[in-house]
C-alpha cells in the first residue's frame, strides 16, 4: 500500500487555491494548463486507496459540464456575433423571456464564449477531483477541530460518498463480468451498476457514522450553555464571512480589496471560533497529526498559482478574460502561468512512497 505523507488540509487548500485561479480567468490555454497540472500532482502524489480514482471521475464530470454548456448555448441562445455556423428552426418567446431563445442562429462567437464558460467550470470540478484523489477523507476528520466534532458525524457521510462510490463502481464492474453481464444498454446499465453503486456507496457511509456516533464521537460535557451560544455564534459569523469572501473572490462584480477584506475577517472571526471553543472541549488525539513544513510548501504553491492570477489580471487582463469577437487565437498570459507551473511544486516535494518507508 501506498501512502502520501502531505496533510489532507495542505491538499484541500492547495486544490482550492487552484480552483480560485481558475476562477479568476476565461482563457482556455490556462484552464488547460491548471487541469495539467492537477492531473500532474495526482498522478505523481496520489496512493491506491479506494478514492485515489476520484479524479478521473471529475475528469469525467467536467467534460459533461462542457458538452451540457455548449448545448445549453445552442439550444437557448447566448452571445452573438456575425459568423453563423448553421440555423435552426426558432420559436417567438413571450416579452417577460427577453433574453433568451430557442433555436434561431448559431454563431462562431458565442459557440466560443459557450465553451470558455463550460471548462471554467470543469477546471474548478477537476481541481475538486484532485482534493478528492489526494486527501484522505480519515485523515481529514481525525484533524477536525475538537469544536467541529459535533458535526462529524454529518461531515464523514459527506466526505465518505465520493470516494465510496469509485470503490463501489469497481467492485460491481468485477462482479458483472465474474458473472457475464457485459451489455451496455442504459436499461441494463441502470438496473445493474447505478444503483447498486449509490446504495452501496450511501450504506457504507452511513454504517460508519452510525459507528462513530455508538462510539461517543463527537460527544462533549460540562460545557456551559452561555458558552456554547457565544461560540456557536462566532463559529457561525466567521463561517458565514468565509463563504461571502470566496463568493466575492470567485465572482467579478465585487472589488478584490474588498472581496479580500470580507475572507480575511471571516477567517479571523472563525479561527477566534474554533479556538476558543476547542479549549472548552475535552478531548484526547491518539498521534496527532502534525502540519509540517512540508505541508505549508503545498499549501504555499498554490498560493503561487493565485498570485499569477492576481499578477495577470493587473499587467494582462485581456488575455485573462479574451474576447471571442473577432475570432481570434488568446494570448497566453505569462504571469498567470508561471505561478501555475510552481503550483506543480508538490510533484516534487510530496511524491507516493511506500507506506512502510514512511
Known amino acids: 500500500m501506498r501512502r502520501r505523507t502531505a496533510h489532507p488540509v495542505a491538499w484541500w487548500g492547495w486544490a482550492l487555491l487552484l480552483a480560485t485561479a481558475a476562477g479568476r480567468t476565461a482563457n482556455p490555454w490556462l484552464l488547460l494548463l491548471i487541469a495539467a497540472v492537477a492531473g500532474l500532482v495526482v498522478a505523481f502524489c496520489r496512493g491506491d486507496e479506494p478514492w485515489s480514482g476520484a479524479y478521473r471521475v471529475f475528469l469525467y464530470i467536467g467534460l459533461s459540464a462542457v458538452a451540457v454548456r455548449m448545448a445549453f448555448y445552442v439550444v437557448f ?12 428552426p426558432s420559436v417567438t ?14 454563431t462562431a462567437e458565442g459557440a466560443l464564449a459557450a465553451l470558455y464558460d463550460g471548462l471554467r467550470l470543469a477546471t474548478l470540478l477537476v481541481c475538486v477531483g484532485a482534493a478528492n484523489a489526494l486527501a484522505s ?6 484533524s477536525v477541530p475538537a469544536v467541529l466534532y459535533e458535526v462529524s458525524v454529518a461531515v464523514v457521510v459527506a466526505l465518505s460518498v ?6 463501489g463502481v469497481g467492485r460491481v464492474r468485477r462482479a458483472r463480468a465474474l458473472r457475464g453481464n457485459t451489455s451496455r444498454s442504459p ?16 450504506d457504507r457511509s452511513l454504517h460508519l457514522a452510525a459507528a462513530m456516533a455508538s462510539r461517543g464521537y463527537g ?14 455564534a462566532a463559529l457561525l459569523i466567521g463561517l458565514l464571512g ?19 477584506s470580507v475572507l480575511a475577517a471571516g477567517a479571523a472571526a472563525a479561527v477566534f471560533g474554533i479556538a476558543f471553543a476547542s479549549k472548552r472541549v475535552p478531548h484526547t488525539r491518539y498521534r496527532p497529526d502534525r502540519f509540517g513544513p512540508k505541508d505549508w510548501a503545498v499549501v504555499a504553491s ?12 493587473a499587467l494582462e487582463p485581456a488575455a485573462m478574460w479574451p474576447a471571442t469577437a473577432p475570432l481570434h487565437a488568446p494570448a497566453l498570459p505569462f504571469a498567470a502561468a508561471a505561478g501555475v507551473l510552481l503550483a506543480a511544486a508538490p510533484a516534487l516535494l510530496v511524491p507516493s512512497t511506500p507506506e512502510g518507508t514512511r
Not at 418567446?93 to 448559431?106: K, M, Q, S, T
Open 77 to 88: 441562445g447566448g452571445s452573438d456575433g456575425p459568423t453563423v455556423l448553421f440555423t435552426l
Open 93 to 106: 418567446l413571450p416579452d417577460w423571456a427577453a433574453g433568451f431563445r430557442l433555436g434561431g442562429d448559431v
Open 137 to 142: 477523507p480519515r485523515r481529514l476528520l481525525r
Open 162 to 167: 465520493a470516494p465510496q462510490l469509485v470503490a
Open 187 to 202: 436499461a441494463n446499465l441502470m438496473r445493474t451498476v447505478v444503483a447498486p453503486v449509490l446504495h452501496d456507496a450511501l
Open 219 to 232: 460527544r462533549a460535557a460540562g460545557v456551559p450553555a452561555p458558552a456554547r451560544r457565544a461560540t456557536g
Open 242 to 260: 468565509l463563504c461571502a469572501g470566496a463568493y466575492a473572490i470567485l465572482g467579478t462584480a465585487t472589488p478584490a480589496p474588498l472581496a479580500w
Open 302 to 313: 498554490g498560493a503561487a498559482a493565485v498570485a499569477g492570477a492576481v499578477a495577470g489580471l
